[in-house]
DNA sequence: ACGCTGATGAAG
DNA sequence: TTCATCAGCGTT
């Protein structure tokens, strides 16, 4: 997508980013999935989210332009894939939380460790596994050839249901998870 | 018999 | 966050 899309406020993004379709080249294979759970987290006023107390070498790359790749390591195994949003130094990024895998699925299966479809990106975690997302392509541009977002199905305003991020305790009052409704693929309901 | 769903606890 | 496990329930 280009400069102008990702340029869009970070509630605006999270939803326009639902039905986008998720590109990774690797290893000569095409990995891809359309996006249909997002989660908004906004600068140093969201306590949910990790630039709220500051940079830190970990978060740094939130706080630069928007439209590159933020990913972190959680729970002492698994990676969470964002978009960066919002001007720099604002510190705002959309969580990717779950993908209707749609290339790539075979080498899904075989890292996932289950052939079930539906459990193959249901999830931050599961889905940066099946696509082989890690800390290498923290930072990477999502306009560049290896990892990016290109145009998928339209979403209208109907389908798209806001519900309380998950797994968090502080703002919990903010409906800033975005998912398409009566999607299978969506991590939780 | 099979598979999906939700609840629970553990690991990291 | 995810997984293993188990109970409950509906379908084949």
């Given at each position: 997508?280009?400069?102008?899309?990702?340029?869009?406020?970070?509630?605006?993004?999270?939803?326009?980013?639902?039905?986008?379709?998720?590109?990774?080249?690797?290893?000569?294979?095409?990995?891809?999935?359309?996006?249909?759970?997002?989660?908004?987290?906004?600068?140093?006023?969201?306590?949910?989210?990790?630039?709220?107390?500051?940079?830190?070498?970990?978060?740094?790359?939130?706080?630069?332009?928007?439209?590159?790749?933020?990913?972190?390591?959680?729970?002492?195994?698994?990676?969470?894939?964002?978009?960066?949003?919002?001007?720099?130094?604002?510190?705002?990024?959309?969580?990717?939380?779950?993908?209707?895998?749609?290339?790539?699925?075979?080498?899904?299966?075989?890292?996932?460790?289950?052939?079930?479809?539906?459990?193959?990106?249901?999830?931050?975690?599961?889905?940066?596994?099946?696509?082989?997302?890690?800390?290498?392509?923290?930072?990477?541009?999502?306009?560049?050839?290896?990892?990016?977002?290109?145009?998928?199905?339209?979403?209208?305003?109907?389908?798209i249901i806001s519900a309380?991020?998950?797994?968090?305790?502080?703002?919990?009052?903010?409906l800033w998870r975005f998912?398409?409704?009566?999607?299978?693929?969506?991590?939780?309901?």
């Amino acid at each position: 997508m280009s400069d102008a899309f990702y340029q869009q406020p970070t509630l605006t993004l999270a939803r326009k980013l639902l039905g986008k379709i998720l590109i990774h080249r690797q290893d000569g294979e095409l990995l891809a999935g359309r996006i249909v759970e997002t989660e908004a987290y906004i600068g140093t006023d969201d306590p949910a989210c990790h630039a709220a107390r500051g940079r830190t070498p970990r978060n740094a790359v939130m706080f630069g332009p928007p439209g590159y790749a933020y990913i972190y390591f959680i729970y002492g195994k698994y990676f969470c894939f964002n978009v960066v949003s919002g001007e720099r130094g604002l510190g705002a990024a959309v969580l990717i939380r779950a993908l209707e895998p749609l290339s790539g699925i075979s080498t899904m299966e075989k890292r996932r460790n289950t052939d079930k479809r539906r459990q193959l990106a249901s999830g931050p975690g599961k889905l940066c596994q099946a696509m082989g997302l890690d800390r290498k392509m923290n930072g990477a541009d999502l306009r560049g050839d290896d990892l990016f977002i290109t145009r998928g199905e339209k979403v209208t305003a109907q389908k798209i249901i806001s519900a309380p991020r998950i797994g968090i305790r502080l703002a919990a009052d903010r409906l800033w998870r975005f998912y398409i409704r009566d999607n299978i693929y969506v991590s939780r309901k």
